[in-house]
């Protein structure tokens, strides 16, 4: 999608087969932006209104998050919207689904590490100096969140951390201000990889800012491989850069997420 000149409807996402194509997308520092208050979060408005639009043409929209699904679905107004009946969520990385179909929400359990480090994580939080990161208890994941703390002190989290997530046999998943502990077979890719199999998609669209999405990343080549058309799109941020580089599309955040989707939308004459 880079290099050669193109038309600009051509640039702006496949326009060809599109009830044959998956649009996954990440939620925060993608289609929300990152706030002080995670609680606080909300999708952007013309985001919404050009998924509502897509989601009548597109073969499937899906979001794969970090959040659980309840919280996805209270911040993003996804429900009932016109155009999003067919609209699927996979929350806390894959580990739990919904669809816009039967509204019915399904988690895996909650594992007993969790819950036993639940009530010592703020322990060892104060610690290791940190005892002022809010935890955020999300049922298959504990998120420390660091906004606010000394830098310095981010810094030196993430490796004790770690080794906590080895001791309970949780993985760590580092991310913009946040450092998340969780229960973990199933990632962002495994998500995309299931998606893109139940709905035979011969096109997938995936967009992500942060660590999280690159097992997403690495499930689109995977998909190239085998013949599915890949188009990689990354909400750049001065926090994170790790997707730029592989990215086919880059752009500067929530807001331009939703200029390029109202021009999908637009290109496709929905
Ligand atoms: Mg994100």
Partial sequence: MSGTPHAASETIAPLDDPAGTLLALDFD???AHIVDDPARAYVHPESIAALGRLGTILGGITIITGRPVAQALELGGFEGLRGLERLTIHGQYGAEHWDAASTQALSAQRPTEISTLA???PGILQQLGAGAA???DKGLALAV???GLDAELIGHLERPLRQVADDFGLRLE???QVIELRSGTVDKG???RQVVADLQARTVVFAGDDLGDLPAFD???ALRADGVRGVLVCSASAEQDALVSRSDLVLQGPDAVAEWLTGWADALGV
């Fill in 174 to 176: 580092p991310g913009r």
């Fill in 219 to 221: 499930a689109v080549d």
């Fill in 145 to 147: 969140h660091t906004r």
């Fill in 190 to 192: 495994t998500a995309l």
């Fill in 134 to 136: 809010r935890i955020e």
């Fill in 119 to 121: 009530e010592r994580l």
């Fill in 29 to 31: 520092g993608t289609l």
